[in-house]
């Protein structure tokens, strides 16, 4: 099984935005819902996004939620995630992550593995 790749991440100012865009191959990808996951320096990994296979139904941590939006693309193998009026507490290592059953839609966090390399965020204060 091929690991998703994750793009995007960088230095930006607070108040700033970016785009992290997931990439996953395989036929199978729109079959499985997908999230984005984070882990700052000395913190452990913790939920930021999920989105249903057919994205239907989307779930944010309570820290992101009005700021960050998760979106995907089945046609691309694509899944991103927006990322407006950024923190400083926003600063670290993003993960994009699949759910490890097909059409399943329960979201929930420990249900998601085959991480990719991640992609660094780094918000200025």
């Known amino acids: 099984q091929v690991q998703p790749v994750e793009s995007g991440g960088g230095l930006v100012q607070a108040g700033g935005s970016l785009r992290l865009s997931c990439a996953a191959s395989?036929?199978?990808?729109?079959?499985?819902?997908m999230a984005w996951f984070r882990q700052a320096p000395g913190k452990e990994r913790e939920f930021v996004a999920a989105?249903?296979?057919?994205?239907?139904?989307?779930s944010y941590a309570d820290s992101v939620k009005g700021r960050f939006t998760i979106s995907r693309d089945n046609v691309k193998n694509t899944v991103y995630l927006q990322m407006n009026s950024l923190e400083p507490e926003d600063t670290a290592v993003y993960y994009c992550?699949?759910?490890?059953?097909?059409?399943?839609?329960?979201?929930?966090?420990?249900?998601?593995?085959?991480w990719g390399q991640g992609t660094q965020v780094t918000v200025s204060s």
């Open positions: 395989g036929r199978t990808f729109s079959s499985y819902a």
């Open positions: 992550a699949r759910e490890s059953v097909p059409y399943r839609a329960t979201m929930t966090p420990q249900n998601f593995g085959s």
């Open positions: 989105v249903t296979w057919n994205a239907g139904r989307k």
